[in-house]
């Protein structure tokens, strides 16, 4: 699903932030992402949706080649891939079905079954009584919910997610987790970095730990592994 091959990246300002990084992670993997901050996980999880681009080496995601894809092609492969956020980024002026619903209708998908899908991923995160909310109007939980449910609606096989629980109380942070997980047992494809000791240590996966642009361990079913 996901390859990289001495991937690495170096910003403009000369700060390299990914180091030759090699993995591959397959169809229906779970995989939390670790490490100190300024390790380089959210380029790692940038490179997956295009929102940055390797400077050199290999890389491809569910088949496209993400080092040579044309920026004009990039909508394309993010609509073939899910993306959740710390700060949720739902559109303000939309209501929750809105919110969701404008990832098909941008594809043009037919009304009825935009209504569809929406619906019943609304149904799925527990939302569907609050579809005509607006985002201001819920919780942090029930936003990062909406989030969940607009990465799902167009059936991509991964969904990429950067510390989606970070803005997050502990006990909203578990109801979340478990929504991931139920996503996962569906057939998805989870890559989520996290600071979340608690929860990588419970709801055990596959851990890559990332440090100084690199991989420094990779272990099915981890833990966590850092103090503090
Ligand atoms: P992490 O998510 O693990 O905290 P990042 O991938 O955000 O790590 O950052 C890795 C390194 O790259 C850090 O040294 C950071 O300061 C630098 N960095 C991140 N984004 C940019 C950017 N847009 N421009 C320049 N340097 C960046
Ligand atoms: P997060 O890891 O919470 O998603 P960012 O990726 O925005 O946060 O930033 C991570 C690190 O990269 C921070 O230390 C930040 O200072 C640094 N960083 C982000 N953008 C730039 C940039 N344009 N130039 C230099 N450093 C950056």
């Known amino acids: 699903m996901i390859q990289m091959k ?7 300002n000369g700060i390299v932030a990914l180091n030759g990084m090699n993995v591959e992670i397959d169809q229906g993997e779970f995989v939390y992402v670790v490490g100190p901050s300024g390790a380089g996980k959210s380029t790692f999880i940038k490179m997956m949706y295009r929102e940055e681009r390797p400077t050199s080496g290999q890389m491809f995601v569910d088949g ?4 040579t894809l044309k920026n004009s092609k990039v909508p394309l492969l993010r609509r073939q891939i899910g993306v959740v956020f710390q700060d949720f980024k739902l559109l303000p002026k939309l209501n929750v079905y809105e919110n969701v619903a404008f990832a098909l209708e941008v594809i043009e998908e037919k009304p009825e079954e935009i209504r569809k899908r929406v619906l019943k991923v609304l149904d799925l995160v527990g ?6 909310m607006f985002p201001t109007e819920l919780s942090g939980g029930e936003q990062q919910r909406v989030s969940i449910a607009r990465s799902i609606v167009n059936k991509p096989k991964v969904v990429i997610a950067d510390e989606p629980t970070g ?15 139920q996503i ?13 000791r608690e929860i990588v240590n419970s709801m055990r996966h596959r851990v890559i730990a990332i440090e100084g642009g690199l991989i420094v361990r990779d272990v099915a079913g981890g833990d966590y592994g850092y103090e503090g």
């Open 167 to 181: 803005n997050l109380d502990p006990e909203t942070s578990w109801d979340i987790m478990r929504l991931f997980e």
């Open 64 to 67: 496209i080649d993400i080092a």
């Open 127 to 132: 939302l569907k009584h609050k579809a005509r």
């Open 184 to 196: 996962n047992k569906s057939g998805t494809t989870i890559l989520m970095a996290t600071h979340n």
């Open 6 to 12: 001495n991937v690495y990246k170096k910003y403009s």
